[in-house]
Every structure is written in structure tokens, then in C-alpha cells.
């Protein structure tokens, strides 16, 4: 420096200790203007490398962008005008020392490469620059002390010496002061930017440098979400770099690159091996055999690592993000120092006040860069986890599309949807984390480095105390984890009953079965409360343990430190900077076990995913597509086919030759390998050997129809273009236009998923049509006229498959049973065990005599049956729906439209009722079903068209009540929560009762009266820390005590109502939306709210008495409060409305996601079949990056809070300690040391705070939802005490209808109009009627499911309207349409109160026909039935019911007859059993096969819910009524 500047001083010693402090001139000419230069030189180089490789396109010049380059030049001419008049006197011989020459050359040239770099940016598009923002700004801040101590001296001097320099130097400062304003303002967008064309682009994009460092572009949102709730469309548009487009392929190339450097690697080991044992063999005996063990140790050498290709595609960005990190960590521990100096400086009366002043500043600052960093950080993070769950998404995805059959056996649906769920948001949520695994380390060491210099040795005590806590915790967390798996465990029991109750709920209310089916659930719910009450209790441990930490380390270090030498002494600058270093050490101690932990999980999900991803792929070449030019379209030659490599083959010497234009029947029994056959066609299966081509492009309907969850027209366009005529002949020629008029929207009525609301023919047929539309040259038709009824079949083999139809043209594959085609193919194709044992024509066929002739021969003794039955029995293959063949009988029997008519009629329903984002979808199937049965007759009055299923459930928007919180409050009990809040009081009152203390001991070594009262000092702070660690135990402890009370209570009102909700309530709501209560609302209630209230009361009471703690130490800061609790206030309304809402739009399109990916993996084979792949992969990608779309927002929703909330925090910060230094007279340091470092934690504290108060809204909702159906109308009460029957009743079994009329709901038509009968007991009488006659309504009013109208049903002399629900219904029988059983054992499903001895259960399944079947049975009565009755067959499940019915044996009995379920035999058996065993009770039958009520006394015909005709069949007969008209149809008459 001496060389440098001459005489001219560099730090002489008076600069700091005077009251008008000044900087040397040397050091004023040399490091304020060098640092900006070094800057900007530093960075440059790497900042142009960046800006070449991402150009965003080209900005053009504007006015802005004009000034700021003038600006730049007249900067440059400006400091080499000082440059000129410096040799201009070295001319005039005034020397000047170099310094004058050097620094106006540097500061020159960086205002010329400032200008350089202004214009780059503007030609690579950038709008706003940080670089230059930065480098403006350290600028004028170094050029702020030159320009006070110029006007100083200038002022001392009485004049300006060197008049030039201080001109040129204000011209500079000006200039400087107005680029820096200048760069805060946004250069407009580039050309061609998606800004130009998006109408929702992100304001992030065209952010300038500040509003990204702050996020203050979200602000615009965040005021949009206050003044209204958030809608989809108002959602910003995902940013380019983080969609699926860009994403997911850039991972697929990184993976591809893993998975040949992985091949490549095996390879050269291989021959490497084959060398080397090749050479030994000459040697060595045994040496194939060593050849062959080395080999598979290699095999299993290298995997493609799936973790590397992750690290390739996001790590460099994430590694951004890391840089952020370290320099915040290494930020954090300004401040401790920063406060040491402020003690020093409150100690030292003669200091001078501007260094008090300094001090708050420079804490201010660092606090704030600190903030702004972190957020970037963050930012960083999550937009990678944002990335790695797009990425990994949508690999999965397509995967799955090209997955062999062997590697989907290996995963199940399930398994894969969880993948994409469970395991890609485990990445998601830890890339958050991952930086700890350095930074925590790193922290931990710099803290305790400090800690060393501070206190020396004893720093050890206090670390050994975090390091014991550390197993203390890890114990307490493995014990959590094994109580959480068994409390799943339960949950999923509960939760599994509940949903088949719910199912059957209709069956528990006839059967009056509730009460045991309650007390098992509530069996359930008090193991899960027991477990839970236990998590708690550990919980409370480690809250303790959490809370205490700091206490115990500090209490421990301190004592070690005093009382290890009599010299040491604790003064407030060791104590409160100690203090304040324990704080920032307790945040990595507590995270490292949770990182650590998530690493394993993520590691378990990253080994489930690779191995998915590693799975086989199909061949695309092993069907050759090519358009070679033979007559035959479809060749196969000596195809051997298996459904996995290492399986049997199922079809073996396939030879096939299919002719141009020509119609291929495929028939033989089940399982002879059909399917497998057309599966080969489409490359689905293993070729083993020989080869298959196919001419042209495939059309293929598989044997259980895919529908996909969209408008019936875009089922059938399937992703063409949509043409009028070619559409309209289409669905004229599959029979869908007499559906499309019944469908409530016509072909935009909404699919439901699975095609729920389809029936099974109706399915098939729109399968069908889908094919036709596609105008393919071969069409695989895997058996399409088994769902459809016979005289449709008909219509679909004439119209479109045989040689008169659609397709006379293409080749088509028809796999079929229905006999009655075959003659009018070109050929049959016949398959025997996977072999095809002839092909020809039918003529040819029979002749031969051989396996075709005895197929013919079985199958022609049930063509009669055929028609109807063998149609039924595949329907029921399809299991989604066993009552959907419904629409076949009634076929039979009455047309379809008006089956259809009903149905519009019941969804109409549904539509107008009921309403859940969570899950719109999830209705039960089977409420659908036998809803429909009994729906009115069709309306009169035409409703409005309702399109959708289900409309959306009412969300709460807007904030909660207070009413709800006080349900809450009720629920745990009122005066133990008023004791829970006094309890956290106590605690923080302790907590700054030991801190006020330690203030007063450290006041001690001031007055030097410390080894007199040390014992003293160190007994009181000890016991105050231990008293507040013991109250948050018992805080702790109540708090779960409370909870686990008021989630009692809330499940067992909700339970309570459930089983008294009527029916009808059930028909309206979907299944879904009522187990979502009991699951995931309950789940809240039991785990989520009581830990959010934990924290929010924690937090709470921190952010009170820190702010209690400084107006104690300094009074005058109360003024402060106002104001930025004010702000804290607005901040917090703002982003809890805001975020609120954007979680609801994030769960409500995530699911979508996971809906359409189950979706795709079931249809996989048609997607292939039509090449569709592509276009279901962007729908994916689509519906992923709408979700992302509500996301971002939500991260990006909280670093705004975060940053406006700790600004608030540093403010505190700065006040504290800004009063400190003005009232240091009056102060003594130990209080100093305390409102400051309190000061310092009141950030996470209030940011907590805020998260908590968001939580705490979403989450209270659960109560309200919950109380919603706890409240909802309850049906009659189940026993009326002082109307009970006597025991033996009904005695006779009359039952009289007096004038009866009966509506489904209020404001619904009647259903029944003044019915009037008598019938006497032991009669035997047949209900009929067309659909939606009312048939279904007269067994309900039966039961009171149904309440009258008007008029009344008297039994035995006892109105039924009088007596209890249960006396009533325990004293009827009946026979349900769908046999509904439970899962549990079979005793259970026949007795679930165990009324009933063995031998009487025995009878009764002799009797039923099923005591062959269960004795079998290993278990006997004992069998487990799977959910539904999955493992019986129907018909098995519809004896099962009749056993029930044999077993309660009352005098009057009801039997819904099963339309689809049951083969003739067991209906059969049902018929001859019923005529035998309640020969002397009153049956009520309602039929639809005619043949079974041919011989009852009296047949009741209803007709638009009025007695049409009432009489022995006989005469009815001869009455030639509808009766007639009927059996004459049945062929009965």
C-alpha cells in the first residue's frame, strides 16, 4: 500500500473511537472502489459462459436499455476523466502517488464491461439482472462513505480543495445511484416467448432480479386468493422448464444411457470370463463348471442404476440450490458474534453510539440476506423435488405401456399406482431434506468450534447431553414407527368392515343385523384409540425431550464451566452468545435422525422403482407388420406362444392362415387357449418360436370391454377425428342409438369409471363400435356377442361382422360360442387344449365328425337356453355388475329403452344429490344397481339434462367458524382444554422465568460477587429449567388424553348416526364420500389436528414471551408491536386463504392422475392394439403437469410467506436491538444478552406460527365434515318400548295393504298409488310387472325401508308403522336380489349374534344344498369369506342367503328374485327348497322368470305402481291381460 498511495495514510488508529468517524483517504481511493470491480471481473466470465448456453430469445431496444448503456459510457468517461487530469498534472509537475492512476483505469474498464454486459444480457434475453444488480449496489454502497467525508472536510477545510475530483466523484455517485434504481425496473419480454402467446403465463418468468429474491412476483395471487377462493383458471401456467415435455425425456435419456453403459459392461465381462476360464480349462478337470458359477456371479454384477440417471437429469440444478445452503449456513453464525459485540459494546460506557447503531444494522443485514438466501435455497429444492416427481411419473407411466405380461404379474395394479404415489412423493419430500445430510454436520462443527473459543472444554458436557438425547430420541421414533404399523393395521380392518357395511347396509337393515356389526366396529376402534393413546404418551416423551434439550445443555455446560476453575467466570457475552450458538446447534441435531431415516425410505422406493423400470419389454418385432403382398392378412406358422419365457407354452404348432376379406370363427371349449390366441395376434404373449404377420393396421375388442372414464363419444372416436355420418352409422350398426337416447346427455353422458354406468351389453357393444370407427384392415374380435342379449347379437352379427355387415371387406378374427352364427363363416378355426385340431368350413366341419361335431353336439341341447342363459352366464364373468344383466332379461320380458329410462331416471338422482372432490367417482356400484330396480316410473315432467355423474361435494370455503373449534373443544372436554392452554402458559412462564435468572447471575460478574451465591444461582436456574421441562410432559400428557377423548367421541356420534341414517340416504350418497369420513376425517381428527394444535400452542406462547421478554427489558419497544403485528396479521390472512385453497386444487387433481394411470394399465392391450400409446402417454403428462400447475404455487405460496414473515422477525430483531443500544445507561448486559437472542428466535416462531394457524384451519374442517354426518335425519328408532310385539308374533302371517301409497323421497312421485290387498297366511303370491312398475317397492315397505305416504300395512292385527324398526324386521324374512355376505367366517355371515347351535347351522346349509361344499372345507363353518363373498361363486353366495333365511324360519318370507346371478340349477334347488321348508308360510315372490310362479296361489301384477290384475295365474291366463302378454313372450302361454 505504500507504494500505492504514497504519503497517504491506509488505517491509522483514531478511526473508530471518535464520535465522527472517518475512513483514511488511501483506503477510501484503493478497497470501496476495488471491491465492486472484483466483483464484477470474478463473475463475469462465468456469467457470459452462462448466458451463451441458455438464450431465451432476443430483447428489443428500449428506452430503458438506452439510458442504462448512455449511463454505462458517461460512467467510463467520467472515472478516465479523472484518469487525464491526473497525467495532465503529472504534466503541470503536481505529481500524484499511483493510486490516482490505477483505480480510475479499474474502475474505467468495469464500467465499459458493465456496458458490454447490459447489452449481452438484452440480446440473450434476460430481463432483469442480478449480476448488475449486485454489482450496483455494493457501488453505492462503497461509494457512500467517500461522499460523507468529502462534504466533512470540504466542510472543515472551508472549501473544496481538488475541485475536478469532487465533481467528477458526485457526477459518479449520481450516476451510479441511478443504474442501480434503473436495474430494479424489467426490460420487456423476448420475441417469440411463450409470454407473448400464453394468456396465464407465470409473472415469474418476467420477474426482475428483486421481485425473484423476494417473490414478490406472487404477490398478485396471494391478494387474488383473499379477495375470493382460488379456481383452476386461475392457476399461472407451469413454467417450460419444469413440465413433463421437457422432464420426463430428459430423465428417459439419462436412464437409456445407465442402461446401455450397464449392457456394454456385461458384455466385456462375459467375454473377459469366457477367456479366461477358456484358457484354464487345459489345466483344470473341472473347469466348464467353474465357468459356470463364475458366470452367474457376473450376471448379477451390474443393474442400470436408476439413482445415477436421477443425479445426471437433476442434479446440477440442485446443486444451485446446495451452493444457497452453504452460504447461508455459514451466514448463521454472524449473528452470535454480531451479539457479542453488542454486550461488549452496552459494557463500555465510552463507546461511542453510532457503533450500537452500526451493530443493530449489520444484524438487520445479515439477518435479512439470511432469509432471502435460505428461500432461494428452498426454492431450489422443492422445484427439484417438483422435477423428480414429473420425471418419475411419467417413466412410469410409459413403462407400464410396454411392460411384458410376466413383469406385470410380478406387480399388481396396486403396486405400480403406489410407485407412482407413495414413492415418487417420498423423493419429492426429501430432496428438501438432502442438504442436511452435509449442512447439519457442517452447523454442528462450526457451533461447536465457537462454543470452544467461548467456553472452552465444558462445551463438552453440554454436547454429551445432546449426543445422550440422540438414542433417547432414535428409541422413541423406532417405538413410534412399530405402534404406527399396527395402528394401520387396524385402521385398514376398520376401515375395510366399514366399507362393506356400508356396501350391505341395505342387507343389515332387512336382516336388523346393525347391532353386532356395530360392536365389531367399535371393537376395532378401541384397539386403534389403545395404540394411539400409547404413540401419545411417547410423543409427549419426545416433546419433552425436544423442548428441554437446550435447557439441559445449556444448564449442564454452564454448571461444568463455573464450577471446573474459581476463575472462570459466567459473564452475559459467554451466556447469552453460548445460548444462542445451543439454538442454532439444535436444529441439525433433531433433523439428522429424521434425513437419515428418510434416506432409507427413499433408498427402498428408488430399489422399487429401478426394478420396475428394469422390467422386460415387449418385442415390438415380434409380430411383423409389414405390408407384405400375400392373399392372406393374417399369418401364423408354427407359432409356439407362452404367456411368460419360462412358462409352458399355451398354444403350441400354431398354423393359421387367414385370406384377405375373410371371416375367421374361433371356437372350443373354456380355456382351450382363444384369448391367448388373439393375444398372440397382437404380440402380447412370448413368441417361443416361429413367426406371425398381419397385414395393416388392427382393430381389436377385447372379451371384457375396456371403457375409459370419459364422454361416450370420445369412447368411441378413440382419439380420431370426429365425422358426422361415419359416426352415426357406427352406432346404428352396434344398436346404440336407442341406448344414446336414454343416456342423460346422449353420447356426452360421462363414463363413469370401468364404464359403471353401462351395463355390461352396453359396454361391449360400445367397445364394439369403437372398433368399427377406427377403419382398420383386421379386426380381433375376442368374443363380443357373449355380453349382449340374443336378438342385439343378432342385429351385431348382421350389421357388422358377418358377410352382409359393416366389415364384409376387412379380415376379421371372430372368438365366439354363439352356435347359431357359425354357419354363415368363411372358416372355424377349432382349438383343443392350445392346439388347433381342424380348421374349414362348417360344411366341411361337420363332415369330418371329429372335436367340432361333439362342441355342436354339447352345445345343441342348450340352444334353446341358449338365447338367454349362456349370454348370462359370461356376463357374469365381468363381476363389476352381477345385476346388470338385468337389461338382458328385461329384454326378455319388456324392452330396453325402458330399463335405460329408468336408469336416466336414477342418475337424475343421483346427480342432483350428491356432491366430493375427494372422490366423484367412488360410488358403489351395487347401490346403483338395485336402486335402479325400483326407481319411479318415467317421469312426466322432462328434467333439465345433467351430464355428470356427481357434482361436485360443497367445499368450505372462506374461514372457519368459531362454532367449529368450539365442536372441537366440546368434544375434548371444555375445562381440560382450558387447563391444556394454562398448562402452556405455566411452562412458558417457567421458561422465561430460568432465562431471567440467568440474566441476573451473569449481572453478577459485573458487580464481582460470584462464588458466594454460585450454589444458589446454579440450584435456582436448574430447578426452573427442570419445572418447565416436567409441565411440558403434563401438557403433553393431557393434551393427548383430550385427543384421544374427543376422536372417541366424534366416531362413535358418527357411527351412531350411520346406523340410523335411513335408506334412502345411502341411494343418494356415494359410498366414497361416507367412508372418506371415517377414514380420512376420523384420521385427522385422531393424528394430524392434535399434533397441529400441539405446535400451534407451542409456537404461540414462544411468540408471546419473547415479545414479553423484550418490552420487559426495554419498555419502549411496545410501540413497535402495533405496527408489525399489524403487517404480521395481513401476511398471515393473505396466505392462509391463499394456500388454503391451493391445497384443496392440488388434492383435488391429483387423483385424476393416479384414476387415469389404473386406468391405462388395465387397457393396456387395446392402447397398443390401436397404437395409441403416445397419446395416452401426453394425457398423462397433461394431467400431471395440471397438478404440478397447483403445486407450484403452493411451495412458491410458502417462501413468500416465509420471507415477508421473517423480514417482520428481522425487524424485531433490529428494534431489540437498536432500544438496547439507545437505553445501554440504563440497561445492565444480562438484559441486553436477553431481548436480543430471544429476538433472534422469534423468527421460526412466528413462521411456524403461521403454518400452524394454516394447518389448523385445513385441518378443524375434518371436525365439521364429521359432525355434518353425525347430524344428518335418522330413521324410526329401532325398538318402541311400550309398543313392543309379543315374542310369537306374527302368529299367522296375514298381511293387509290398506290404501297404501309409498314415494322414495320427498319430493319425488309416488311409487305405489293406493295399493289395497289381503292375504291370508301360508298364501304363496308372485309379484310381476315391468321395470319400474314397483315390484321392489312393495318388499321395502315390508321392511319400513321405505316410510308410507299415506295408508298403512297391518300384520297379524299389529300396525307396522307402531313398532320398532328391529321388532319388525327380525320377524320377516327375506331373499335378496344380490346375496350381499361379509367378510368373516361363514358362521358369522349365517349368525353374526350366535343365537344358533352347530347342529342347527348344519341343518340349515343341508337343507340350503351347501353342507357337501363346507364340509370340504378345512375350516367347516369356520371358511373365511373374502370381502364380498369374493371366493364362493354367486351361486354359492345366493345359497349362503337362503340358508340365513332357513335358519331364522319366520312366518312370512320374501324372496327378490336373482335376475343375472344364478345359473337355472341353483335356481332350481332355491324353487324346490322354498316349497318344502316354508310350506306353511306367506310368501311374497317377485319374478322374473315366469316358469317359477306358474303354480302359486295368486299372482299380483303391477302396473306405473298400481294393481293392474290380482288372480290365480290360471285365470289370469284366460284373462288375456299383461299377464298374458307376458308368459305368451316367456313362451309359457
Not at 404399523?485 to 366399514?498: A, G, S
Not at 384392415?777 to 358377418?802: C, E, T
Not at 384451519?1257 to 309398543?1283: L, M
Amino acid at each position: 500500500m505504500e507504494h500505492l498511495c504514497g504519503q497517504l495514510t491506509f488505517w491509522p488508529n483514531l478511526t473508530l473511537h471518535s464520535d465522527r468517524p472517518d475512513l483514511p483517504e488511501c483506503f477510501q481511493l484503493s478497497v470501496l472502489p476495488w471491491a465492486p470491480c472484483i466483483y464484477l471481473w470474478a463473475v463475469s466470465p462465468l456469467y457470459i459462459l452462462y448466458l451463451k448456453r441458455n438464450s431465451r430469445g432476443y430483447i428489443m431496444m428500449s428506452i430503458l436499455n438506452r439510458i442504462k448503456t448512455v449511463l454505462g459510457l458517461i460512467l467510463w468517461i467520467v472515472c478516465w476523466t479523472d484518469l487525464f487530469s491526473s497525467f495532465h498534472e503529472m504534466n503541470q509537475n503536481q505529481p500524484k502517488p499511483p493510486i490516482y492512476f490505477v483505480t480510475p483505469l479499474i474502475v474505467g474498464m468495469t464500467m465499459l464491461l458493465a456496458t458490454f454486459l447490459i447489452q449481452f444480457e438484452r440480446l440473450k434475453g434476460v430481463q432483469s439482472s442480478g449480476v448488475l444488480f449486485i454489482f450496483w449496489t455494493i457501488s453505492v454502497l462503497c461509494a457512500i462513505v467517500p461522499f460523507r467525508s468529502k462534504i466533512m472536510h470540504a466542510n472543515q477545510e472551508n472549501g473544496v480543495g481538488d475541485k475536478l475530483r469532487f465533481t467528477t466523484f458526485y457526477i459518479y455517485f449520481g450516476l451510479t445511484l441511478l443504474e442501480l434504481i434503473l436495474s430494479c425496473f424489467n426490460e420487456k419480454p423476448p420475441l417469440f416467448s411463450s409470454v407473448a402467446t400464453d394468456p396465464n403465463v407465470c409473472p415469474e418468468t418476467t420477474a426482475g432480479f428483486l421481485s425473484k429474491m423476494t417473490f414478490w412476483w406472487f404477490t398478485s395471487m396471494a391478494i387474488k386468493g383473499y379477495k375470493s377462493p382460488l379456481e383452476n383458471k386461475d392457476l399461472w401456467s407451469l413454467n417450460k422448464q419444469d413440465s413433463s415435455e421437457l422432464v420426463v425425456p430428459n430423465l428417459l435419456n439419462e436412464w437409456e444411457v445407465e442402461k446401455s453403459k450397464a449392457q456394454s459392461e456385461q458384455s466385456v465381462k462375459e467375454q473377459a470370463t469366457f477367456t479366461k476360464t477358456g484358457a484354464e480349462t487345459n489345466h483344470v478337470g473341472g473347469g466348464p463348471e467353474e465357468a459356470e458359477v463364475l458366470l452367474s456371479k457376473q450376471k448379477e454384477s451390474r443393474k442400470p442404476s436408476f439413482l445415477w440417471a436421477l443425479l445426471r437429469a437433476f442434479g446440477p440444478y440442485f446443486l444451485i440450490g446446495s451452493a444457497f445452503k452453504l452460504l447461508q449456513d455459514l451466514i448463521t453464525f454472524v449473528n452470535p458474534q454480531l451479539l457479542r459485540m453488542l454486550i461488549d459494546f452496552t459494557k463500555d460506557k465510552h463507546a461511542p453510539l453510532w457503533w450500537g447503531y452500526a451493530l443493530a444494522f449489520l444484524m438487520f443485514g445479515t439477518s435479512l440476506l439470511q432469509t432471502l438466501i435460505l428461500h432461494q435455497h428452498f426454492q431450489y429444492c422443492f422445484v427439484t423435488g417438483m422435477r423428480l416427481r414429473s420425471g418419475i411419473i411419467g417413466a412410469i407411466y410409459r413403462k407400464s405401456l410396454v411392460i411384458t405380461n410376466e413383469a406385470k404379474r410380478s406387480s399388481t395394479v396396486g403396486e405400480v399406482v403406489n410407485l407412482m404415489s407413495v414413492d415418487a412423493q417420498r423423493f419429492m419430500d426429501l430432496t428438501t431434506f438432502l442438504n442436511m445430510l452435509w449442512s447439519a454436520p457442517l452447523q454442528i462443527i462450526l457451533a461447536l468450534f465457537f462454543l470452544w473459543q467461548n467456553l472452552g472444554p465444558s462445551v463438552l458436557a453440554g454436547v454429551a447431553v445432546m449426543v445422550l438425547l440422540i438414542p433417547f430420541n432414535a428409541f422413541i421414533a423406532m417405538k413410534t414407527r412399530t405402534y404406527q404399523v399396527e395402528q394401520m393395521k387396524y385402521k385398514d380392518d376398520r376401515i375395510k368392515l366399514m366399507n362393506e357395511i356400508l356396501n350391505g347396509i341395505k342387507v343389515l337393515k332387512l336382516y336388523a343385523w346393525e347391532v353386532s356389526f356395530k360392536e365389531k366396529i367399535l371393537q376395532i376402534r378401541q384397539k386403534e384409540l389403545n395404540v394411539l393413546r400409547k404413540t401419545a404418551y411417547l410423543s409427549a416423551l419426545s416433546t419433552m425431550a425436544w423442548t428441554s434439550a437446550p435447557f439441559l445443555v445449556a444448564l449442564t455446560t454452564f454448571a461444568v464451566f463455573v464450577t471446573v476453575k474459581k476463575e472462570n467466570i459466567l459473564d452475559a457475552e459467554r451466556a447469552f452468545v453460548s445460548l444462542s450458538l445451543f439454538n442454532i446447534l439444535r436444529f441439525p441435531l433433531n433433523m439428522l435422525p429424521q434425513v437419515i431415516s428418510s434416506i432409507v425410505q427413499a433408498s427402498v422406493s428408488l430399489k422399487r422403482i429401478q426394478d420396475f423400470l428394469s422390467h422386460p419389454e415387449l418385442d415390438p418385432e415380434s409380430v411383423d407388420r409389414r405390408n407384405n403382398t400375400s392373399e392372406y392378412a393374417v399369418t401364423v406358422v408354427n407359432g409356439k406362444f407362452a404367456w411368460a419365457k419360462q412358462d409352458q407354452p399355451t398354444l403350441d404348432n400354431i398354423n393359421v392362415m387367414v385370406p384377405q376379406g375373410s371371416l375367421l370363427a374361433v371356437v372350443g371349449h373354456v380355456g382351450c387357449g382363444k384369448t391367448s390366441l388373439v393375444s398372440a395376434l397382437l404380440g402380447e404373449m412370448e413368441k417361443l418360436e416361429g413367426q406371425i404377420s398381419i397385414r395393416g393396421s388392427v382393430a381389436y375388442v377385447p372379451q371384457q370391454a375396456w371403457i375409459q372414464n370419459c364422454t361416450l363419444r370420445d369412447n368411441i372416436l378413440f382419439g380420431r377425428p370426429y365425422v358426422e355420418h361415419k359416426y352415426r352409422c357406427v352406432l346404428e350398426a352396434c344398436a346404440l342409438t336407442p341406448d344414446l337416447e336414454v343416456l342423460p346427455g346422449g353420447d356426452q353422458t360421462e363414463i363413469g369409471e370401468k364404464g359403471i354406468n353401462l351395463s355390461g351389453g352396453q359396454r361391449q357393444r360400445v367397445s364394439l363400435a369403437r372398433a368399427l370407427y377406427s377403419e382398420s384392415d383386421v379386426y380381433l374380435l375376442d368374443d363380443p356377442l357373449s355380453a349382449v342379449d340374443a336378438h342385439v347379437a343378432k342385429h351385431i352379427f348382421d350389421k357388422v361382422i358377418g358377410p352382409e355387415g359393416v366389415l364384409k371387406e376387412k379380415t376379421r378374427i371372430l372368438v365366439t360360442h354363439g352356435i347359431s352364427f357359425l354357419p354363415q363363416v368363411d372358416n372355424i378355426l377349432v382349438l383343443v387344449d392350445g392346439r388347433v385340431s381342424e380348421m374349414g368350413s362348417y360344411q366341411e366341419l361337420l363332415k369330418q365328425n371329429g372335436a367340432f361335431a361333439e362342441f355342436l353336439r354339447n352345445y345343441s341341447l342348450e340352444d334353446i337356453i341358449e338365447d338367454d342363459e349362456v349370454t348370462l352366464s359370461l356376463v357374469d364373468e365381468e363381476e363389476d355388475f352381477p345385476d346388470d344383466a338385468l337389461s338382458n332379461h328385461a329384454d326378455m320380458v319388456d324392452n330396453e329403452p325402458v330399463v335405460n329410462e329408468a336408469r336416466r331416471q336414477f342418475m337424475r338422482q343421483i346427480s342432483i344429490m350428491s356432491n366430493d372432490p375427494e372422490n366423484p367417482k367412488k360410488m358403489s356400484r351395487r347401490r346403483r344397481c338395485s336402486e335402479r330396480k325400483h326407481s319411479e316410473p318415467p317421469a312426466e315432467k322432462k328434467e333439465q339434462k345433467v351430464d355428470k355423474l356427481i357434482q361436485a361435494e360443497t367445499t368450505e370455503t372462506g374461514r372457519v367458524k368459531f362454532k367449529v373449534y368450539w365442536e372441537y373443544m366440546k368434544a375434548v372436554g371444555p375445562l381440560l382444554s382450558l387447563f391444556i392452554c394454562f398448562l402452556y402458559g405455566c411452562q412458558s412462564a417457567a421458561a422465561i422465568g430460568a432465562n431471567f435468572w440467568l440474566s441476573e447471575w451473569t449481572n453478577d460478574a459485573e458487580n464481582n460477587r460470584t462464588q458466594e451465591n454460585m450454589e444458589m444461582r446454579v440450584g435456582v436456574y436448574a430447578a426452573l429449567g427442570i419445572s418447565q421441562g416436567v409441565l411440558v410432559m403434563f401438557s403433553s400428557f393431557t393434551l393427548a388424553l383430550g385427543k384421544i377423548q374427543g376422536s372417541r367421541k366424534l366416531h362413535q356420534a358418527l357411527l351412531d348416526n350411520k346406523f340410523h341414517t335411513p335408506q334412502s340416504f345411502f341411494d343418494t350418497t356415494p359410498i366414497g364420500r361416507i367412508i372418506n369420513r371415517f377414514s380420512k376425517d376420523i384420521y385427522v381428527i385422531d393424528e394430524v389436528l392434535p399434533s397441529t394444535v400441539l405446535m400451534f400452542l407451542g409456537t404461540f406462547f414462544a411468540s408471546v414471551s419473547t415479545m414479553i421478554v423484550i418490552i420487559c427489558s426495554t419498555p419502549i419497544f411496545a410501540l413497535v408491536i402495533g405496527p408489525l403485528a399489524l403487517i404480521y396479521f395481513f401476511v398471515q390472512r393473505f396466505y392462509v386463504a391463499t394456500s388454503r385453497q391451493l391445497k384443496r386444487l392440488e388434492s383435488v387433481s391429483r387423483s385424476p392422475i393416479y384414476s387415469h394411470f389404473s386406468e391405462t394399465i388395465t387397457g393396456t392391450s387395446v392402447i397398443r392394439a390401436y397404437g395409441r400409446n403416445a397419446a395416452f402417454v401426453l394425457l398423462s403428462d397433461m394431467k400431471v403437469d395440471e397438478n404440478q400447475k397447483s403445486y407450484y404455487p403452493g411451495i412458491v405460496s410458502n417462501r413468500w410467506l416465509g420471507v415477508r414473515i421473517e423480514f417482520i422477525g428481522n425487524c424485531i430483531v433490529l428494534f431489540a436491538a437498536l432500544f438496547a443500544a439507545v437505553g445501554r445507561d440504563k440497561l445492565s448486559p444480562g438484559l441486553v444478552g436477553l431481548s436480543v437472542s430471544y429476538a433472534l428466535q422469534v423468527t421460526m416462531s412466528l413462521n411456524w406460527m403461521v403454518r400452524m394457524t394454516s394447518d389448523l384451519e385445513s385441518n378443524i374442517v375434518a371436525v365439521e365434515r364429521v359432525k355434518e354426518y353425525s347430524e344428518t335425519q335418522t330413521e324410526a328408532p329401532w325398538v318402541v318400548q311400550d309398543k313392543r310385539p309379543p315374542p310369537d308374533w306374527p302368529p299367522e302371517g296375514n298381511v293387509e295393504f290398506v290404501d297404501y301409497s309409498v314415494r322414495y323421497r320427498e319430493g319425488l312421485d309416488l311409487v305405489l298409488r293406493n295399493i289395497s290387498l289381503k292375504v291370508k297366511g301360508g298364501e304363496k303370491i308372485g309379484i310381476v310387472g315391468r321395470t319400474g312398475a314397483g315390484k321392489s317397492s312393495m318388499t321395502l315397505c315390508l321392511f319400513r325401508l321405505l316410510e308410507a305416504a299415506d295408508g298403512e300395512i297391518v300384520i297379524d292385527d299389529v300396525k307396522i308403522s307402531e313398532i320398532g324398526l328391529h321388532d319388525l324386521r327380525s320377524k320377516l324374512t327375506i331373499i335378496p336380489q344380490e346375496p350381499v355376505l361379509f367378510s368373516g367366517s361363514l358362521r358369522m355371515n349365517l349368525d353374526p349374534f350366535d343365537k344358533y347351535s352347530d347342529e342347527e347351522l348344519w341343518k340349515a346349509l343341508e337343507q340350503s344344498h351347501l353342507k357337501k361344499f363346507v364340509s370340504n372345507q378345512s375350516a367347516k363353518l369356520d371358511l373365511e369369506c373374502s370381502e364380498g363373498g369374493e371366493n364362493l361363486s354367486v351361486g354359492q353366495r345366493q345359497l349362503v342367503c337362503l340358508a340365513r333365511a332357513l335358519l331364522r324360519k319366520t312366518r312370512i318370507l320374501v324372496l327378490d328374485e336373482a335376475t343375472a346371478a344364478v345359473d337355472l340349477e341353483t335356481d332350481d334347488l332355491i324353487q324346490s327348497t322354498i316349497r318344502t321348508q316354508f310350506e306353511d308360510c306367506t310368501v311374497f315372490t317377485i319374478a322374473h322368470r315366469l316358469n317359477t310362479i306358474m303354480d302359486y296361489t295368486r299372482v299380483l301384477v303391477l302396473d306405473k305402481g298400481q294393481i293392474a290384475e290380482f288372480d290365480t295365474p290360471v285365470n289370469l291366463i284366460a284373462q288375456k291381460g299383461i299377464f298374458f302378454g307376458m308368459a305368451k313372450d316367456a313362451g309359457l302361454a
